[in-house]
């Protein structure tokens, strides 16, 4: 059981979406944060990086976002959902500008196809906890 | 003149935003995750801190979606407007709510005073940019 | 595998460290963040909040300390011992600190002692990673 | 007066450091994470972008450092030396790194040049507020 997942069994109050879409969100975005910091970092390394330059800039933004989300979606006190929803969805919007730009390195770059699918798990897991708390 | 607005004069190619509008949202910013940080620990130290939950929680929210908005409006490569607009939009949103709650505690607390002036001036600058950028 | 692994993986150059010790102390970052940020938000939902104030705090200053260090890990190209050798060990410091209080509160918060769980491992992990760097 | 020097002076208890010492550093780390945010985006707009791939990633790392130090500063209740002065080292030797680098390019690039400035400044306020720590 991933860590997200124990700590949202052992919030003291209830909370009002399913335990496993939360979590599963939560995985999703510590992956993307990660996956993107990594990738903006892979890309200087290649040769070729002036062809990368817009997927490093949107790699840094994806991470930002993510990071943002990850730590508003952890805390379960006092829950605003006029924060939260919009958030989720600016967050897809971003995994999937910054997935489709490493879709179209990710044959050259294999570091970009792992990123790629990092953004588009991160993208669907956030549409689904927004259709979640619906 | 800010390092923000340092920086912006110093950037090789031209941006579509005036840099007087972008460098006071970027200023803005950086002051709303400082005091909104900032705040969210003195309340800890504040006798009556369960009636101060909300607005600790708020104030950890605004923090970190003020630092994702404030990294992505400081890279002007590669701009990509569909992420930068609604996140301005989300920033000012959170603004919005932590501000309001901040100005609850105002009267009884200096530092959630200053904080919910911090959020009312970025939530300001947030709109004033993403209106500058139509 | 996780994403940081196939991430290291793919990396297109060589690294001085082992992999399998570098995707560890990644994993471990992540998870720590998650687990601290979230904790800090458990804490505020018990009755007893006073009595957990230096944990809410320390568990603040882990994530934010665990969330840096995981992106400078993350980062392979241009790597800078100097710099990633000092923050492993600060970071490592941060999750015994932390760790020590949220074990105090173990028995009575399961949050709590899932959290302290997390920053033990996430210390070894860090302990273990200046090791390999020697 | 800043918004970091405002909401020092309305923390609730006392604390051992001079608030004019404290306020200037968390001044620095703001304008410094912001300004190595920037210069890292703007180096990817310069046509030799592969000679400044040493420079973007150490400004990543220094943005991630500052931004960690400003939020564990920015907190006063149960303030942890242990974790604060080890980071506070850590965040000065980083701002050296990436302020010599940047300083290498600062004749070509006023961007980097500008960057190097507030890393200069940022490390010397690191390590004033170690030293009035003691």
Same sequence: chains 1, 2, 3, 4.
Avoid at 35 to 59: G, P
Wanted: charged content about 25%; proline content about 1%.
């Amino acid at each position: 059981m991933s860590y997200a997942r124990q700590m949202l069994n052992s919030y003291p109050l209830t909370f009002n979406v399913e335990a496993s879409v939360l979590a599963a969100t939560i995985d999703a975005l510590k992956d993307c944060a990660q996956a993107c910091t990594a990738d903006a970092a892979d890309d200087l390394s290649e040769q070729n990086v002036t062809a990368l330059v817009k997927c490093i800039r949107l790699c840094l933004d994806c991470a930002d976002v993510c990071a943002a989300t990850l730590a508003v979606t952890s805390r379960q006190t006092e829950h605003d959902a006029n924060v939260t929803k919009p958030l989720l969805e600016v967050c897809a919007t971003t995994c999937k500008s910054c997935g489709d730009e490493c879709e179209r390195h990710a044959q050259m770059h294999e570091h970009c196809r792992v990123c790629a699918e990092a953004c588009r798990r991160c993208e669907r897991a956030c549409r689904e906890l927004v259709a979640a708390m619906k």
